[in-house]
């Protein structure tokens, strides 16, 4: 069983940067995302990274803005994200990824922390 769990979200201005942090208890060799939700919107894939760090996957939306990273000693999956726009604004959820990270398939994820961007 994987537990997880986010920090790191706040309000911050358009163009501005946040770093989100997921903290994984249990290890995992599994795929490591983030997907997001926006006010009435479905749930949104964001990014994801296998567990060696060798492969990372992002949403068209969001590609050459935020970075994900992963760093197994501390068993922690960051999401830097810079040049944010008020559209990035909802809840992220970290997440284990079942399958293709594309398809939004997961099987566990945290409470979520919300980010804010204002205009």
């Known amino acids: 069983q994987v537990q997880l769990k986010e920090s790191g979200g706040g309000l911050v201005q358009a163009g501005g940067s946040l770093r989100l942090s997921c903290e994984v208890s249990g290890r995992t060799t599994s795929i490591l995302g983030w997907f997001r939700q926006a006010p009435g919107k479905g749930r949104e894939f964001v990014a994801a990274?296998?567990?060696?760090?060798?492969?990372?996957y992002y949403a068209d939306s969001v590609k050459g803005r935020f970075t994900i990273s992963r760093d197994n000693a501390k068993n922690t999956v960051y999401l830097l994200m810079d040049a944010l726009k008020p559209d990035d604004t909802g809840i992220y959820y970290c997440a284990r990824v079942s399958g293709d990270p594309y398809l939004g398939n997961y099987d566990s994820w945290g409470q979520g922390t919300q980010v804010t961007v204002s205009s």
């Open positions: 990274v296998t567990w060696n760090s060798r492969s990372a």
